[in-house]
């Protein structure tokens, strides 16, 4: 049996940032958290859970609208978890209808691995006007089909995530959504913000990539934009210089009506972790000074991770650290009801990351442990 204290510079606990804590490790796990004891091995770097990602379309060279298998979905985790994502939504995004049911299929035989936290369902059922680089010849208004494939999912306990555009799907057909116990998130959508009010009213507690593939918001027309930084659903967003611009993103964080309505995620294509490029529809997207670029020269997903997201938020938008982790994993966590993913006590060691002062290394709780332990025993 292992027994220790370890006690880090910094300490996420999932709410607050501390300074001065340490966590004692049993077996692989935290048992229990409080002041460092003097006997505690000192640990350089912030010790937290690890990220959580609710929007990702692939990694390690796989993309999963194009390898819809539970194969391809423990890649594309594993790709992640090398950079401190342990906790992932794989993403189908718009499609043939044959490729949504493999990716159910999928998301169902990977109900096991805890690496994943459900599926994320992104179209076909949004705007062709704001489609982004989703094929338009697959977007259509949402069908008993799809209204099947997500009972059938929460049949089998998986968590679903829908993307749906409200001019693409009634409010009725969002209640119905809703009563399977799906998580309806507003994005690629061209809607007013009444139509995004009403999609709110009916059920709808989540938006996909704030900014992105939406309505904006002007002076006289809130837009979808608009009437979601209003609201209090939570709302996703990209930040890798890209996407959104990081002076937007801060007015957005600043202007929601309350705290932990936004959270990061990567929208991350096959790259992260694998090559600099793959296809999509059959058309080569590559990287191209860090953006992905399709066959129109538009932003195909993101080439980002977690980690980058949470050293941008803080170098670059000016959130502090703690609100960038509540971001990273708190917040989403909680959307998809895993709050204990955002905790330190009762997590396992693997599922635990230490991130150094600079925000430029992210590494392995179990692997930093060791290293310090064997330094440790030399001195």
């Known amino acids: 049996m292992t027994d220790l204290w370890i006690a880090p510079e910094q300490l996420f606990d999932g709410q607050n940032l501390h300074n001065g804590l340490a966590v004692r490790v049993v077996d692989g796990r935290v048992t229990d958290l409080a002041p460092a004891p003097k006997d505690a091995h000192r640990l350089k770097g912030c010790l937290t859970p690890g990220y959580v990602d609710l929007q990702v379309n692939g990694g390690g060279g796989v993309l999963l609208n194009s390898t819809p298998t539970r194969q391809g979905i423990e890649i594309i985790a594993e790709a992640h978890r090398r950079f401190g994502t342990v906790a992932i939504m794989p993403t189908v995004i718009t499609d043939e209808p044959d490729v949504l049911d493999q990716a159910a299929d999928a998301a169902i035989t990977a109900i096991d691995l805890e690496d ?64 399977l116990g799906a998580i309806v998130s507003i994005g690629h959508t061209n809607a007013t913000a009444e139509e995004v009010e009403a999609a709110i009213k009916a059920g709808a507690t989540g938006a996909t990539h704030l900014f992105n593939a939406m309505s904006p918001m002007t002076g006289r027309a809130p837009g979808a934009v608009g009437a979601i930084i209003n609201s209090h659903v939570r709302s996703g967003i990209i930040c890798d210089g890209h996407h959104v611009d990081d002076r937007m993103i801060r007015l957005a964080m600043r202007a929601r009506p309350a705290e932990d309505l936004m959270f990061l995620v990567s929208d991350a294509m096959a790259t992260v972790g694998g090559p600099d490029h793959f296809d999509l529809y059959g058309q080569g997207v590559h990287l191209e000074d860090g953006r992905l670029i399709n066959a129109e020269g538009n932003l195909a997903g993101a080439h980002v991770t977690q980690a980058e997201g949470v050293a941008r938020l803080v170098q670059h938008v000016g959130a502090t650290l703690q609100e960038a982790l509540r971001m990273a994993i708190t917040t989403p966590s909680a959307l998809v009801g895993l709050a204990e993913r955002a905790r330190i006590v009762g997590q396992r060691s693997r599922d635990l990351i230490v991130i150094s002062a600079d925000l430029s290394d992210t590494r392995a709780f179990v692997d930093a442990t060791a290293e310090l332990l064997a330094k440790d025993a030399a001195e």
């Not at 977007?139 to 929460?154: F, G, I, Q």
């Open 116 to 179: 994943i936290v459900g599926l994320h369902i992104e179209g076909p059922h949004i705007s062709q006007v704001r489609r982004g680089t989703h094929n338009g010849a697959f977007v259509r208004a949402l069908d008993d089909r799809t209204l099947n494939t997500v009972s059938r999912l929460r049949q089998h306990g998986v968590t679903v995530m829908i993307t749906v555009a409200p001019e693409a799907a009634t409010p009725a057909q969002i209640g119905a959504l809703t009563e």
